[in-house]
């Protein structure tokens, strides 16, 4: 199973909009939506920030949004803030049943 | 909510095994799955292979297909992962995840589709001669 693919790093001011994009293929991102993505900062362990390609956990900011076209996942951070900067993870759930995830994007608050 | 304890850090030699322990409080444990994931320093996500303990069977990536050994012991609600054969690439941050698990419809089939909501603290496995 090869890894979704997404930018190695976005950045963007406080206050704007950035989106990491997350690709993959008909077997995994094009196959549900089944789609997350994980908020992880430095030394500490992932954080889910949204599940079934939008849905929020209790506690995430409605700053974040997803959305799935195809084989492709976007995560949209807008309103963008300082403490928003860390390493995103998309993961996909399989048509093997198995996840996989993406290379994950770092994002830099300028 | 459901909370992880994992084991600690381990240093191993080449060749050895390393087993990592993960303990659930909290919630239903056999209404949850358990996954592992690693991450390499420096480097990304990296799903290794889950266990469903109301099911029983695991589930394993390819790249661990023949090194990895998940199980889950629902008297103790702790899930275990042991990896064989380490070499100095294992060296890692080893996490269990747990979410709840359902059958869910996927076109015209069925899948034991499973969450990953609540991380572990992780374990450091350190490989090194």
């Known amino acids: 199973q090869s890894a979704l693919t997404q930018p190695a790093s976005v950045s963007g001011s406080p206050g704007q909009s950035i989106t990491i994009s997350c690709t993959g293929s008909?077997?995994?991102?094009?196959?549900?939506?089944?789609v997350s993505w994980f908020q992880q900062e430095p030394g500490k362990a992932p954080k889910l920030m949204l599940y079934?390609?939008?849905n929020r956990p209790s506690g995430v900011s409605n700053r974040f949004s997803g959305s799935k076209s195809g084989n492709t996942a976007s995560l949209t951070i807008s309103g963008l803030q300082a403490e928003d900067e860390a390493e995103y993870y998309c993961?996909?759930?399989?048509?093997?049943?198995?996840?996989?995830f993406g290379g994950g994007t770092k994002l830099t608050v300028l | 909510q459901v909370q992880l304890v994992q084991s600690g850090a381990e240093v191993k030699k080449p060749g050895s095994s390393v087993k990592v322990s993960c303990k659930a409080s909290?919630?239903?444990?056999?209404?949850?799955?358990i996954s592992w994931v690693r991450q390499a320093p420096g480097q990304g996500l990296e799903w290794m292979g889950r266990?469903?303990?109301?099911?029983?069977?695991?589930i394993y990536s390819q790249n661990f297909q023949s090194r990895l050994t998940v199980t889950a012991d629902a008297s103790t609600s702790t899930a275990h992962m042991e990896l064989s054969s380490l070499r100095s690439e294992d060296t890692a941050v080893y996490y269990c995840?747990?979410?709840?698990?359902?059958?869910?419809?996927?076109?015209?089939?069925?899948?034991?589709?499973?969450?990953?909501?609540?991380w572990g603290e992780g374990t450091t496995v350190s490989v090194s001669s």
């Open positions: 995840a747990t979410g709840l698990w359902q059958n869910a419809k996927v076109g015209f089939n069925y899948y034991n589709y499973f969450s990953m909501d609540v």
């Open positions: 909290g919630g239903n444990f056999n209404m949850h799955a």
């Open positions: 266990i469903i303990p109301m099911l029983g069977t695991p």
């Open positions: 008909s077997s995994d991102v094009g196959f549900s939506n089944y």
């Open positions: 079934d390609v939008t």
């Open positions: 993961s996909s759930f399989t048509r093997t049943s198995t996840w996989v």
